[in-house]
């Protein structure tokens, strides 16, 4: 049984594996990864679709 399966196995008979974290830490990072939903065909488009990205990027972090 790999480490895994023997945390899981342990969670399951109520033996706890990891800590409960009551407040979630502070993310450091922020990652907005996308590719153009469809073919990319006029320089305006081109052009439009990172202030689009950037636009919901500040979104989420707000």
Request: with cysteine; proline share 3%.
């Amino acid at each position: 049984m790999t480490v895994v399966g023997l945390r899981t196995a342990w969670e399951l008979r109520v033996r706890s594996c990891l800590d409960l974290e009551l407040v979630r830490p502070d993310r450091k990072t922020l990652v907005r990864s996308r590719l153009f939903g469809k073919r990319v065909q006029t320089k305006v488009n081109l052009r439009e679709a990172p202030s689009k990205h950037a636009q919901r990027v500040v979104e989420k972090l707000r």
